[in-house]
Structure formats: structure tokens, C-alpha cells
């Protein structure tokens, strides 16, 4: 049985500080909650000895379907309601390049899923790979698209397109047809495809959601993520022209990232709170060394309030290792660090 109180009627607000939770490997694994998640939900909305409410936002470095969808599925599996207003993943803060480029390739996830996303960002021409392979089933002689791939792609003759730029918005479901069509990209002239560069200095740039070399999904052990891919995209670049590769991440640890968060927190503390001014301290609770603790601890040392880190032991952190960033304090699990943070406020 639980054991903290119910909700009192009339809650109060505090204004004095606030959460921000990663997502997997510390509220979700492998699509099902933590199990101590919800009650730690509940714990922020009102159920506990102090009689307050605390506000928090969510920043997850995950991706692959928009934000409208995901809070859908995050509210289910957390039984409280999520709105996109305390929501950033991975892909959200690449909205603001849609601006600067005119064809994009978009890689990852599900079907169609992150072309509607670019599409939703206001990308104007979102090429996929699938449309790439429908013009020319060369390119990949161990891909052939199904069916249903078949039906969504859009052909065009790509080699009188040219692709400004390359974004990874989620997890690639192929990667060596991915790789090798984002390869053929960097190597040719100008994005056309086709074509092969003499230098192999005129292809666009690459921009990843996120940097994880690893994650935290159903299986016991941490799984190859993002990271891994663009490693391993670095690695045959350089095999194969011999030249250095450089590309982007988005998402933790970069400060950026929680520059967006901080915008996004103070927004949803006004719109949903009427509070005004900024917490004097964010906790934030996450799994992933490199990632949340990192970006955490840099960004602590630079925002004008306190932003404290959490590990917790849900995740990417194994016991008996020494993680490579160190938290203000480790905890066993997200409710132990909600419980955490109010008792230092007390
Ligand atoms: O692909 C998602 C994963 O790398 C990390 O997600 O919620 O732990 O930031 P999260
Ligand atoms: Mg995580």
C-alpha cells in the first residue's frame, strides 16, 4: 500500500524550485514505467507530507514520433496528463533550423514518422531514405523496400536535387543502407547524388538528435544508440576518403539543450502556475552519466539558479562502477529522488 498521504484538497504551488526527468532508463524502460515512477509522479502532484505541489518538465533525448504523440503515450504509462508545453526530446530544439535549409534527408525511426515530424517543424522538401531507394534500388543491394515503404516513398530524380543538409532524428531502423546513403551524400558534390567529389569537402553537414553511445531499453544490459551510429559514420568516412568527419549533436549534455529546458520550465511555470519568477533550484533526475549529469553539472556552473543532479541506479549506471561525471547525489530510484530534493528544501 502506498504509503504517503493523499491529496489535499487545495494545494499550494511552490515557486522555489522545480524537476526535470529523463525518460528512459529512469521514469521508462523499454516502453513500461519503472514501477517506482508513478508513485513518483504522484509524490510531485500534491501526495506528500509538506502538502505541495511541484512543478517539472520532462527532456528526454529520445525521439521518433512528435511531442503531441509522445506525451499521449507518456501520460498512459505515467497516469498523469503531459503536455507538450513540459516537453523537449532529442529532435525538439532542431525546429529552429528549418529556416536554413531547403532539402533535408531525415533519418530514423518508424515509417513515415520522422517526416511528419520535420514536416510539423516546418521543413519544406524532407527527403527519406526510403525515397532515395525507391529511385534507384541500387543503392542498397541488401534493402529492398516493402511494400508499404514502397507506397509512402516519394521518388524524384535525385540527381537534380541537392541535399542541403542531413538530419538523424531518431534510432536508424537500417543502418547500413542508412550509412551507406548518408556516405554516398558526404562523398559526392554538393548533396547530389550520383556524383562524387574530388575532395570530399562539398557534402552537407550531418546533425544527430542526440550523442548516447548507449541507452537503457528492456534488455537487462545497455543497448547501441545514436552515438554508436555516429561513431561509427566517423570511423567510414575516415576509412574510406581518408578525411576527418564532422558532425553535430543536439540534446544532453550540450548546453543548449538546457538553455531550451530553461525556457521551456519558465513558460510552464507562468502558463500553468502564474509564476514569475525563475526556481532558485532544478533538480534534475536522470541515468546516464555523459549525459544528464554531465550536462547538468556544466550548466549548473553557468545558469544563474542551481540545477542539481541526480543519478539514479534505474539506468545506464551500473553499481560498482565510478561514473565519469559525478552527481550531487545517487539514489536507488526517480522516487528516492524526488524524495531527495524535497528534503533538502525542508
Ligand atoms: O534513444 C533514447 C536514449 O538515448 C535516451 O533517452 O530519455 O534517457 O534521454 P533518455
Ligand atoms: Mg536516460
Redesign the pocket.
Known amino acids: 500500500a502506498p504509503s504517503t498521504p493523499s491529496t489535499p484538497p487545495e494545494t499550494l504551488v511552490t515557486d522555489k524550485y522545480a524537476y526535470a526527468f529523463?525518460?528512459?532508463?529512469?521514469?521508462?524502460r523499454g516502453g513500461k514505467p519503472i514501477p517506482e515512477a508513478i508513485e513518483a509522479m504522484k509524490v510531485l502532484n500534491g501526495a506528500n507530507q509538506y502538502g505541495i505541489k511541484v512543478p517539472y518538465i520532462?527532456?528526454?533525448?529520445?525521439?521518433g514520433k512528435t511531442e503531441q504523440e509522445r506525451c499521449v503515450q507518456l501520460s498512459q504509462q505515467l497516469q498523469i496528463e503531459v503536455s507538450p508545453g513540459q516537453f523537449i526530446?532529442?529532435h525538439t530544439p532542431m525546429r529552429e533550423m528549418a529556416e536554413r535549409y531547403n532539402t533535408v534527408l531525415v533519418v530514423g525511426g518508424e515509417g513515415e514518422k520522422c517526416r511528419q515530424v520535420a514536416e510539423g517543424y516546418g521543413f519544406k522538401d524532407v527527403v527519406t531514405p526510403g525515397d532515395i531507394i525507391k529511385d534507384n534500388q541500387d543503392t542498397t543491394p541488401f534493402r529492398k523496400l516493402t511494400e508499404e515503404e514502397y507506397r509512402h516513398s516519394r521518388a524524384r530524380n535525385f540527381g537534380e536535387t541537392e541535399i542541403e543538409a542531413i538530419f538523424v532524428f531518431?534510432?536508424s531502423r537500417d543502418w547500413a543502407s542508412d550509412q551507406q546513403i548518408i556516405l554516398d551524400l558526404l562523398m559526392s558534390k554538393n548533396g547530389r547524388l550520383g556524383t562524387r567529389s574530388e575532395t570530399f569537402e562539398e557534402g552537407p553537414p550531418v546533425f544527430f538528435s542526440?550523442n548516447?553511445v548507449?541507452?537503457?531499453a528492456s534488455h537487462d544490459l545497455t543497448r547501441i544508440?545514436?552515438?554508436a551510429l555516429r561513431v561509427s559514420l566517423e570511423a567510414m568516412f575516415k576509412a574510406v576518403t581518408g578525411k576527418d568527419l564532422k558532425t553535430t549533436a543536439f540534446?544532453?549534455p550540450q548546453i543548449g539543450t538546457f538553455q531550451f529546458a530553461t525556457r521551456l520550465l519558465q513558460q510552464w511555470r507562468k502558463d500553468t502556475h502564474s509564476i514569475d519568477s525563475p526556481p532558485d533550484t532544478v533538480y534534475f533526475v536522470?541515468?546516464?552519466p555523459e549525459?544528464?549529469i554531465r550536462g547538468t553539472n556544466e550548466f549548473d556552473n553557468c545558469a544563474e539558479n542551481n540545477w542539481y543532479s541526480i543519478l539514479v541506479r534505474t539506468?545506464?549506471f551500473q553499481e560498482g562502477t565510478k561514473p565519469r561525471f559525478t552527481p550531487r547525489a545517487t539514489v536507488d530510484n526517480v522516487l528516492e529522488a524526488v524524495k531527495h530534493g524535497m528534503e533538502r528544501e525542508y
Request: proline share 0%; net charge negative.
Open positions: 529523463d525518460i528512459d532508463g529512469v521514469l521508462i520532462f527532456v528526454t533525448n529520445g525521439g526530446c532529442g531518431a534510432d542526440h548516447d548507449v541507452w537503457s544508440g545514436m552515438g540534446g544532453k536522470g541515468d546516464t549525459s544528464d539506468g545506464v
